[in-house]
């Protein structure tokens, strides 16, 4: 096997393996990302909970 042949087979599975661990396709404003089973990387996007649009912030100073 020629070293051109090994780094192109090397590149297309680390390709494949990084697609697995990164986010899921998809999603729209307002989703959140939820888990989808007990196994590693099983996530989805789904609705977010109603009035999760607007971002809550805490100052010290806001009690």
Do not use: C, H, I, Y
Request: glycine share 16%; charged share 15%; net charge positive.
């Amino acid at each position: 096997m020629s070293l051109q042949t090994r780094l192109t087979e090397l590149a297309q599975a680390t390709g494949a393996a990084l697609k697995l661990r990164g986010l899921p396709p998809g999603g729209t404003v307002g989703n959140v990302l939820r888990k989808t089973g007990p196994g590693d990387f099983e996530a989805g996007w789904q609705a977010g909970p109603e009035g999760s649009a607007q971002p809550q912030f805490f100052t010290p100073w806001s009690f």
